[in-house]
């Protein structure tokens, strides 16, 4: 069994698509329209994909994270493999999101990791890690 992509009502498609294309640096793998609302997939080349959908007829509030809350009720956790703090950087000055997390390396007793949690132009929690090699620090 396998992840073939999580999904997410959007409030502006065009933006979420800068926030995850322009920030996250996914490609726009493929998309549809049925009956008026626009889906697309977004995505690492290999691997699960981001189901970003609009629509218009739909004017409730996106229920997304709260604020800082870390923990939240629902995140898309999304590995980095590459320098996660130039991976944030890059996210932040292209599309100016809201930080719920600042980067930081976490001691996991087998592992570290560097993680960070950004929410996404409709608050979604998106947290970020790089999983870092050799043992924690003794």
């Known amino acids: 069994m396998e992840v073939i992509h ?17 920030g ?13 609302v626009e889906h697309v ?5 290999t691997g699960s994909d981001i189901h970003i959908f609009e629509d218009p007829s739909n004017d409730a509030p ?14 898309v956790c999304l590995l980095v493999d590459e320098d996660l ?14 930080v719920i997390l600042e980067p930081k390396t976490i001691d996991l007793g087998t592992h570290r990791n560097t993680i960070t949690f950004v929410a996404d132009p409709d608050g ?3 947290e970020l890690i790089e999983r870092l090699e050799g043992p924690p620090p003794e």
């Not at 999580?6 to 322009?22: G, H, N, P, W």
């Not at 996250?24 to 008026?36: A, I, M, R, S």
Request: with cysteine.
């Open 41 to 45: 997939y977004v995505g690492p080349k």
């Open 85 to 98: 703090q130039e991976r944030f950087e890059t996210l932040v000055a292209r599309t100016n999101c809201h």
């Open 62 to 75: 996106v229920e997304a994270s709260s604020g800082n809350n870390i923990h939240a009720d629902h995140s």
């Open 6 to 22: 999580t999904a997410f009502r959007v409030t502006d498609l065009d933006r979420s698509k800068e926030f995850y294309i322009d």
């Open 24 to 36: 996250l640096g996914f490609d726009e793998k493929w998309g549809f329209v049925e009956d008026g």
């Open 124 to 126: 979604h929690a998106i």
